[in-house]
């Protein structure tokens, strides 16, 4: 089963992976969008992606409820 996504649809539009493409990703939680991208623009040995995410480890957060703290581990994993 394929999904449609405009997102997906709009950024393969503007973007080409031919090309020189510098990502930077803010809130990466477990990091699908991040493989998304490696994996349909970054086919130019000159690009790159950042990826960066503060997952809060303090008690006193807003988003408690939806970080158990796992997302950090699940995002590194090779």
Same mark, same amino acid.
């Given at each position: 089963?394929?999904?449609y996504s405009?997102?997906?649809?709009?950024?393969?539009?503007?973007?080409?992976?031919?090309?020189?493409?510098?990502?930077?990703?803010?809130?990466?939680?477990?990091? &699908?969008?991040? %493989?998304?991208?490696?994996?349909?623009?970054? !086919? @130019?040995?000159?690009? +790159? &992606?950042?990826? %960066?995410?503060?997952?809060?480890?303090?008690? !006193? @957060?807003?988003?408690? +409820?939806?970080?158990?703290?796992?997302?950090?581990a699940n995002?590194?994993?090779?």
């Amino acid at each position: 089963m394929v999904f449609y996504s405009e997102i997906k649809q709009k950024l393969s539009n503007f973007l080409d992976k031919t090309k020189q493409n510098n990502i930077l990703e803010i809130g990466c939680y477990e990091g &699908m969008s991040s %493989v998304f991208f490696a994996d349909n623009f970054l !086919d @130019n040995e000159n690009s +790159t &992606m950042d990826c %960066v995410d503060p997952y809060l480890h303090s008690e !006193d @957060n807003d988003h408690k +409820t939806l970080l158990q703290n796992n997302e950090e581990a699940n995002f590194n994993i090779p």
